[in-house]
Structures are given as structure tokens and as C-alpha cells.
């Protein structure tokens, strides 16, 4: 399996409280990617990273910020939490845009 | 990106080989076939991807329509443990810095019976 932890695993928060997901991969790859996985939907990008400091917006980019400072670590944040966040996350890795490894998900609840 | 059009569900006898069929009529030359699965709870899984040439794998082979207008992704013995959604993803390469996310459908809920 490849190195990837996300922290938290759960979160509930309250509506307007700032949220931080951090994914972490221990393989070195480039590219991070942040996804949301909702009933109805599938799974959505909402930014990804091709390098340090190097980001840019996916699909569902809106209400969400990313910070990649380190190799290891992309973190979404949410800036200030509303109820249709609440959802899966998913952090993804690729070493070459080819296989994406999947993390085991945050599930995130704004009540 | 493409789109591509695949079962809503399928079911299966353990131990059976499954066919799970994907159709992507508008795929372009450089589109690459890729198939994730996603089991309960978890998140998705690389299972395999191709080009022209059908592939196998330890986990499954893909048989590519001459047209490359569809596919099909084969489960040589169903297991309990093969019980997902499985995605049919095409994916054009991308270099530089720009995305290469995959774009996922709804995928096929395949349940395997035991």
C-alpha cells in the first residue's frame, strides 16, 4: 500500500469554524490531490499540487484553500466551515500524473 | 475529457469470472483506459489501464475494442472481497505542470453472492 495518512479520519465542527484536513504521503511523489466524495456525485477535485508550492483549483474549488510547503504534506483548509462541506475527503498521490493512490478519507461533519 | 457510460450495477456468483463493460464512444487517440475500484468505506483503488492492447494484471485483465469505443475490465474469479464500485476512467496525459485529475463517473456497483 502506498504511504498515505490523512488526520483526522473524523471531524464534526460547527458551521463558520475554520477546518484544516492534512494528507501526508511518506513515496515522495509530485502531484497531491484533494477530492470530496458526496451520494449523487462521485468523487470532485477541488485543488491538487504539482510541486512545492505549486497548486492550482479543480472542480469544487470554492470555500476551500490548499498549502503545500513540503513534499510530504498537502493541507486543505476550509476558511470557514458551511453544512454542504460536510462530506468524504480524499487525498490522492501520483509520481507521474499516471496511478493515483488513494488515502483512507476524512469524513468531515458541519453541523 | 470523455465520457464514458457503464452499468449502474452488476451482480456476480463467487468464484465466476466477471465481465464489466465501459463504452466510451468519444474517446480521442491519446485517451488512456483506466479502471479504480472502490470498496466500502474505503478509498479508491488503481485496479488497471491501457491503451490499445488489452493488459492483465494480478488483480484483472482488460480487453480493448479494436475501435478502442469500449472496454471491458475481467474478474477471473469473483471473491467476496471483489464487491465495489468500479469506475471506467479515460485519461489524456497532461504534461507540465497542469491537472491530471481523473474525472469519475458513477461507476458500476458490482455484489458478489456467495
Known amino acids: 500500500d502506498a504511504g498515505i495518512t490523512q488526520s483526522p479520519r473524523h471531524k464534526v465542527t460547527e458551521t463558520g469554524t475554520p477546518v484544516t484536513l492534512r494528507c501526508h504521503q511518506t513515496?515522495?511523489?509530485?502531484?497531491m490531490y484533494w477530492y470530496r466524495q458526496d451520494p449523487g456525485h462521485g468523487l470532485r477535485l477541488i485543488h491538487y499540487s504539482y510541486g512545492v508550492k505549486d497548486t492550482d483549483k479543480g472542480e469544487v474549488s470554492d470555500g476551500y484553500s490548499v498549502s503545500r510547503s513540503k513534499t510530504e504534506d498537502f493541507l486543505l483548509t476550509l476558511e470557514s466551515a458551511t453544512s454542504s462541506q460536510t462530506s468524504v475527503y480524499f487525498c490522492a498521490i501520483s509520481a507521474q500524473q499516471e496511478t493515483q493512490y488513494f488515502g483512507p478519507g476524512t469524513r468531515l461533519l458541519v453541523l | 475529457d470523455a465520457k464514458t457510460t457503464q452499468p449502474n450495477s452488476m451482480e456476480s456468483n463467487e468464484e465466476e469470472p466477471v465481465h464489466l463493460p465501459c463504452n466510451h464512444s468519444t474517446i480521442s487517440g491519446t485517451d488512456y483506459i483506466h479502471w479504480y475500484r472502490q470498496l466500502p468505506s474505503q478509498g479508491p483503488e488503481y485496479v488497471i489501464h491501457g491503451l490499445t492492447s488489452n493488459v492483465n494484471n494480478r488483480m484483472a485483465s482488460l480487453a480493448i475494442a479494436e475501435d478502442r469505443k469500449s472496454s471491458t475490465l475481467i474478474l477471473h474469479r469473483a471473491t467476496l472481497r471483489d464487491a465495489a464500485v468500479y469506475y471506467c476512467i479515460l485519461r489524456r496525459p497532461i504534461y507540465g505542470g497542469s491537472q491530471g485529475n481523473l474525472i469519475f463517473g458513477k461507476g458500476t456497483k458490482l455484489s458478489v453472492k456467495p
Open positions: 513515496e515522495n511523489h509530485r502531484y
